[in-house]
């Protein structure tokens, strides 16, 4: 383990209710960064969201770069359509559709900074939010919008010249985004 740090993010960090942890080490001569991190939530939310993120990546970056960059956990970004419509779109099935709307998709293929980072691809209905015990959408007052809030994204650094015999950590990328 070579550095981590903890980051306060709620409130321009001045609260402790949303967090992250940033650990870098090295294996070989490959190096890791993996950020666990829990964003704020909501909906209209989504520009606080952004600058979390972009936090992120700064703190990261002034640890230097790593060969491969995780960041995972409940990001909290959204599907960003009416609560009706997401529901109708969950019951035909509809992902593609749900995903256009993602907001961390958005944000991936918008933000400069996060275009080099990929997710694997998404190919099941969005996991947030049931009523308790059922398979039910939200039908609570607040009739949470369905999304996919836990994620992982990753960046694979540039490759470096190897020689000899090596193991390597292939990360495949298939997403609903345009390839450049």
């Given at each position: 383990l070579s550095n981590h740090e903890s980051i306060r993010l709620g409130l321009g960090g001045m609260t402790a209710n949303k967090s992250a942890i940033i650990t870098k080490f090295k294996i070989s001569n490959a190096t890791f960064s993996f950020v666990g991190c829990h964003l704020t939530p909501?909906?209209?939310?989504?520009?606080?969201?952004?600058?979390?993120?972009?936090?992120?990546?700064?703190?990261?970056n002034a640890l230097g770069e790593s060969d491969y960059t995780i960041i995972f956990g409940d990001l909290n970004y959204r599907v960003d359509l009416p609560y009706e419509k997401a529901v109708n779109l969950c019951s035909k099935g509809?992902?593609?559709t749900l995903f256009?709307?993602?907001q961390l998709a958005r944000f991936m293929?918008?933000?400069p900074l996060f275009k080099e980072f990929h997710e694997q691809k998404i190919d099941f209905l969005p996991t947030y939010k049931f009523d308790n015990g059922t398979n039910v959408y939200d039908t609570s007052k607040k009739m949470r919008i369905p999304s996919w809030t836990d994620r992982i994204i990753y960046k694979?650094?540039?490759k470096k010249q190897s020689v000899g015999p090596t193991d390597t950590l292939?990360?495949?990328t298939d997403v609903l985004r345009d390839t450049e």
């Open positions: 909501h909906n209209p939310n989504y520009e606080e969201r952004n600058q979390q993120m972009i936090e992120l990546l700064a703190h990261l509809d992902i593609k256009e709307n993602d293929m918008t933000q694979v650094g540039k292939r990360f495949e």
